[in-house]
T-cell receptor, first 111, second 113 residues
Framework: GNSVTQMEGPVTLSEEAFLTINCTYT??????LFWYVQYPGEGLQLLLK?????DKGSNKGFEATYRKETTSFHLEKGSVQVSDSAVYFC??????????FGRGTSLIVHP | GAVVSQHPSRVICKSGTSVKIECRSL??????MFWYRQFPKKSLMLMAT?????????EQGVEKDKFLINHASLTLSTLTVTSAHPEDSSFYIC?????????FGPGTRLTVL
């Protein structure tokens, strides 16, 4: 079946540090890939998405590129802020795919 | 983007009672909605796929008689937790599909005393 694997957290960074959260997936065909963010006590919000190979999704300084050759969709941000502290979920979905989520990676950014 | 609402956002109930949670797509029609459960510091666990006009499809290990799902219209799905127990306390999240994208509700925090 389909699966999404994320790096274990928590990831703890200082403000303005570079962020990478790794995500790899297993699926047949060409799913769409997503990153969602969950702030404390809230539901999930779509952060960015990519619908085909080599697409780059970007939003609020975050980026991720759909790499089919490595089945990856790593999340990056050049300079994190305290307000970016949240849990980040990588997911695949689309067409006949039942939405599948990674376990989530907690990001903690210190001033 | 599309908006999905959930009601209530927070509910506290006594053990043995039933609780209904509503999930609405506010500005689009959704033939498919999903119900998830999230434990503290854990990922989302898909409970069931709710299909408008037909029976929900439950994931393995989810009791369909305990978690009743009704998708009565293209904009509303309800999850009823029957005879709730403290172990049912959790954060329940719904999502609605529009194309390939999932739009999530804000979640419902259920606390069973």
């Amino acid at each position: 079946g389909n699966s999404v694997t994320q790096m274990e957290g928590p990831v703890t960074l200082s403000e303005e540090a570079f962020l990478t959260i790794n995500c790899t997936y297993t699926a047949t065909g060409y799913p769409s890939l997503f990153w969602y963010v969950q702030y404390p006590g809230e539901g999930l919000q779509l952060l960015l998405k990519a619908t085909k190979a080599d697409d780059k999704g970007s939003n609020k300084g975050f980026e991720a590129t759909y790499r089919k050759e490595t089945t990856s969709f790593h999340l990056e941000k050049g300079s994190v802020q305290v307000s970016d502290s949240a849990v980040y979920f990588c997911a695949l979905s689309g067409g006949s795919y039942i939405p599948t989520f990674g376990r989530g990676t907690s990001l903690i950014v210190h001033p | 983007g599309a908006v999905v609402s959930q009601h209530p956002s927070r509910v506290i109930c006594k053990s043995g009672t039933s609780v209904k949670i509503e999930c609405r797509s506010l500005d689009f029609q959704a033939t498919t909605m999903f119900w998830y459960r999230q434990f503290p510091k854990k990922s989302l666990m898909l409970m069931a796929t709710s299909n408008e006009g037909s029976k929900a499809t439950y994931e393995q290990g989810v009791e369909k008689d305990k978690f009743l799902i009704n998708h009565a219209s293209l904009t509303l799905s309800t999850l009823t937790v029957t005879s709730a127990h403290p172990e049912d306390s959790s954060f329940y999240i719904c999502s609605a599909t529009q194309g390939a994208e999932q739009f999530f509700g804000p979640g419902t925090r259920l606390t069973v005393l």
